[in-house]
């Protein structure tokens, strides 16, 4: 089998055409960031904004960072521009129902104006009413009504008055009423002389006075009833009077918002309160220091007293171009569906229908809402909150407090608002899978998934995209415009962040840093452009400060404290490569790999597993190495071997399938008794056909070797082996691209584990002959000779065993 051949350095990096771009800098572009390589996610969106069903609101699933957020404002904010602005939102008093104040919409921009009317109204009231009461024809027709109340009276006593003279008795008014007293010659009698009478006179005189008191006690009983029917007169002339004084204010109001039927009822209501209570507007203002006032009321309308006749504007729309698009960061049950605030006042709390707060599904009402599901889930009540408004399309506050039952106070429980709102969750894949999965009413009310993906094409469309948002970060946050090169290598940075040279990453956030980050070079370089210097030396200075750790395990390496060899030969021992993850930072570091052969039964140990420090995917692996063996040499006759595989000083446990290529040529090596050269490192997996699989994070071990082979000195032979299915993941550092340049670091690109074992060996791996044998001289050849060996030797030592020990008959 040929082995092939080391890749260029234009294999292992692909650039980015400046030449390529129309502008010169960012300063060019207009800023704006334009959905590409999301087609699938931007499909999702469009429909599920386009669906006006029930249930058709939006999951938008992806990594974090990907910029799900700030595509979703602009795509929204680009199409609710072209959509109606919808209603305002004002609660006002309930008459017949004080617990439950009354939700009215009216037209965007109509109900700050009828609070103010409402405010100008009552302010109207404070005067007409009192001078309406003030004028002399009220005055005279208010004398007239208790004068004739005076005059019943008095014609009532005075008729009584004039029966008693008749019969010679005299009404007496008293400081503790009327009494009746004989009178005799025109003058009235004293006990003394009462007392002197004949007794039939004294008879007949108590008759009298008997009966007169009987008729004053009639008359006594009828006032109460006259002075009901005079205040039932004054009543209604003051309701006359009142109603005829605001009629006109109510008037104008009424013909005002003729056109909105709710907002004319409530007039009229207030109206006919204003006539009930006109007295109100008579008492002096409390002076407490505790009265509820709201932000721009005057003191008069502010007063409690005439909280009834004020409007609480919840939502405003008087500036809202289009539709609404709300993004809620705390996304608590009180800023979700609102909120109902309580005062203290005299050591009690209180509130009315002006302490009513509205939540985003208010503000966003008739537009769209954007949530982080994450923050969404971790507030108590609020994700219940928020399915049950989406479920039954209203918006229904309710207090905190009522909710956990923590209190006993009486609260409010303001009309629903109808909910004509698009929501939006924004969250990571795992979280929308759980919700899904566990969730019974999740699937019914999120029905569409917008899917963004980690990365997207590498192409010159794509590449305008990311000059586009790049200009959108200098001109959001202030800083200098980039030259076109430096917009180049920004996307380098983009390839090599996904991964793959022929894709970007959507990792907005990880660009975002290294703009600003750019932009602080270039200022301390004085440059009035950021440069594709400035690019890199933010790059290499992000490196350098996350160094510590790969520098000390560099430094135990260069010191011989980890034992890494790049220069000999041995057998058994090769230089395995692995990545290391450090929060959002990876780097690669070679490890040593030795394996030890005996007699066996064919089995290969795993020493990482035995001990519990192997995971699943690296045993899975070792046991793939085994089916390789099998097949290969065990078709004539049993693997007679036990074979011992470890990564040596290991202390925190091996993962992954990565280095099984590696084992295998550590294996391969030790069988046939061949060294293999340690200026070489590999990775990759194998199947058990010996074919070599591609793997993860291939530039990051590929930089790890090449960083100890630089300390050490490069000889022009060190070299890396990679899988051929990794070539287009490459995107290696200048410093590697330089030294492949010059000959002085090669990379291998391998497609089977024969390829690979000449190249570390410099012997053929050989192939199999039409006799089913290897060449002698080949790897595989010199495998199949000891193996063979190992058979024999056990054999023999099998018949030995059994000489020694012979059957009992």
Not at 366 to 385: F, H, M, S
Not at 491 to 514: P, V
Request: hydrophobic share 35%; proline share 4%.
């Amino acid at each position: 089998m040929p082995t092939p051949a080391p890749l260029s350095h234009e294999d292992i990096y692909t650039h980015c055409n400046p030449d390529s771009f129309s502008f010169a800098s960012t300063q060019d572009l207009d800023g704006r960031i334009k959905i590409s390589g999301q087609e699938r996610a931007r499909e999702a969106i469009r429909f599920g904004v386009g669906m006006k069903h029930n249930g058709f609101n939006i999951f938008a699933l992806g990594p974090a960072g990907t910029g799900k957020q700030t595509t979703l404002e602009q795509y929204l904010r680009d199409t609710a521009s072209g959509e109606a602005v919808p209603e305002d939102w004002c609660y006002v008093y309930n008459f017949e129902n004080m617990r439950q104040p009354r939700a009215i919409s009216m037209p965007a921009g109509k109900a700050c104006a009828f609070r103010h009317d409402m405010e100008s109204l009552v302010e109207g009231l404070l005067t007409v009413i009192p001078g309406a009461f003030s004028s002399e024809e009220y005055q005279e027709q208010e004398k007239n009504i208790k004068e004739q109340l005076n005059e019943k009276q008095a014609s009532e006593i005075e008729a009584l008055e004039k029966k008693a003279a008749e019969k010679n008795i005299a009404l007496i008014r008293t400081p503790s009423g009327f009494a009746f007293a004989p009178v005799k010659k025109g003058e009235v009698l004293n006990a003394e002389q009462f007392m002197r009478l004949k007794p039939e006179e004294k008879e007949i005189i108590e008759k009298e006075i008997s009966s007169l008191k009987e008729s004053m006690q009639s008359i006594m009983m009828q006032i109460p009833k006259w002075q009901r029917e005079t205040q039932e007169k004054l009543k209604d002339l003051n309701q006359e009077v009142a109603a005829f004084a605001v009629k006109p204010l109510f008037t104008e109001l009424k013909t005002t918002y003729r056109d909105h039927k709710e907002i004319t009822h409530y007039i009229e209501e207030v109206e006919k309160d204003v006539v009930e209570h006109f007295d109100q507007f008579f008492e002096k203002e409390p002076a407490s220091p505790q009265m509820l006032f709201m932000p721009g009321q005057g003191k008069n309308t502010g007063n409690r007293r005439f909280n009834h006749y004020r409007v609480n504007v919840v939502i405003d729309n008087s500036k809202t171009e289009g539709a609404p698009v709300i993004y809620e960061d705390k996304p608590s049950i009180q800023n979700l569906v609102g909120d109902i605030e309580h005062q203290a006042q005299m050591g009690a709390l209180v509130t009315d229908f002006t302490l009513i707060k509205p939540g985003a599904l208010h503000r966003a009402n008739g537009g769209y809402l954007l949530l982080d599901a994450r923050r969404l889930l971790l507030e108590p009540l609020a994700y219940e909150a928020l399915k049950k408004a989406i479920r039954t399309r209203q918006i229904r506050i309710e207090s905190l407090a009522q909710l956990y039952g923590m209190a006993s106070t009486v609260s409010l429980d303001p009309q629903p608002v109808p909910l004509q709102t698009k929501i939006i969750l924004l969250g990571e894949r795992r979280l929308y899978y759980l919700l899904s999965a566990h969730d019974p009413d999740f699937n019914e009310l999120f029905k569409v998934a917008a899917d963004f993906d980690d990365e997207m094409e590498r192409n010159q469309d794509s590449h305008l995209s990311y000059a586009g948002f790049i200009s959108s970060i200098v001109n959001n946050e202030k800083l200098k415009h980039l030259d076109r090169h430096a917009v180049a290598r920004i996307i380098e940075y983009g390839s090599r962040l996904s991964g793959d040279s022929g894709k970007l990453s959507t990792h907005i956030q990880s660009i975002t840093d290294l703009v600003n980050e750019s932009n602080y070079y270039a200022t301390e370089n004085n440059h009035d452009l950021i440069t594709r210097e400035d690019v890199q030396q933010a790059i290499d200075a992000r490196r350098y400060r996350a160094g510590r750790i790969p520098g000390k395990i560099q430094e135990a390496i260069l010191e011989k404290t980890i034992l890494i060899d790049t220069e000999s030969e041995k057998v058994g021992q090769i230089n395995g490569l692995s990545v290391y993850m450090l929060g959002n930072q990876s780097f690669g570091k070679p490890s040593r790999i030795t394996t030890r052969i005996k007699m066996g039964k064919g089995e290969v140990i795993d020493i990482e597993r035995e001990v519990e420090m192997g995971g699943p995917i690296h045993s899975k692996g070792v046991m793939i190495l085994s089916g390789f063996l099998g097949g290969r040499f065990g078709e004539e006759q049993p693997l007679s071997l036990s074979a011992t595989l470890v990564f040596e000083q290991s202390y925190g446990g091996v993962e992954g399938d990565s280095a099984s290529s590696a084992e295998l040529y550590a294996l391969l090596s030790a069988i046939s008794e061949k060294p293999i050269r340690q200026c070489y490192a590999v990775t990759g997996s194998v199947n058990q056909y010996g074919e070599i699989q591609a793997i993860g994070g291939v530039n990051e071990k590929i930089e790890g070797f090449f960083d100890l082979c630089i300390e050490r000195g490069l000889t022009g032979k060190q070299g890396v082996l990679i899988p051929a299915s990794n070539i287009k993941n490459l995107m290696l550092r200048d410093d590697v691209v330089a030294a492949v340049k010059e000959h002085r670091f090669f990379i291998y690109p391998v497609t089977h584990i024969d390829e690979g074992i000449e190249i570390l060996t410099g012997i053929p791996a050989g192939e199999k002959l039409e006799d089913g044998s290897y060449p002698d001289n080949s790897i595989n050849g010199l495998a199949v000779q000891k193996l063979k060996l190992l058979a024999r030797k056990q054999k023999k030592q099998s018949e030995n065993t059994n000489n020694n020990n012979p059957e009992e008959s």
